[in-house]
């Protein structure tokens, strides 16, 4: 199979069916330092990325946020000093799909560019 990271997202239609535990924890495997997390009854995907400062986090945010319009996928992004939470799921069904797998593991990969960068 195809590295997550080389993929591409997909067009999520509303109605879509959301991951199975059994499909999460297959493609967990590629995006171990995510976290599912529960809000509201939905299922996302999130990570706490450390950066040095403020303006690094604003530039690491910007860079998700290319990516993210690359994608046409979109995850809400929290920039502090010092960190940036990125959290990925599919709006259109409420829930976890293939595509936010695919955007995390593009996230980790931005990450480590932007580090081995430094």
Request: glycine residues 6%; contains cysteine; aromatic residues 8%.
């Amino acid at each position: 199979m195809e590295q997550l990271d080389k993929m591409h997202c997909e067009a999520c239609r509303i109605g879509a069916p959301t991951l199975t535990d059994e499909e999460i924890r297959a493609l967990r495997t590629e995006v171990p330092d995510w976290a599912i997390v529960e809000s509201d009854g939905i299922r996302k995907l999130q990570r706490v990325f450390p950066l040095e400062n403020f303006a690094e986090a604003l530039a690491f945010t910007d860079r998700v946020g290319r990516m993210a319009e690359v994608e046409g996928h979109h995850p809400t992004l929290l920039t502090e000093w010092g960190k940036t939470t990125v959290t990925w799921w599919s709006m259109k069904i409420k829930g976890l799909h293939r595509n936010d797998f695919i955007a995390a593991a593009k996230t980790d990969a931005l990450y480590q560019a932007f580090d081995d960068a430094k």
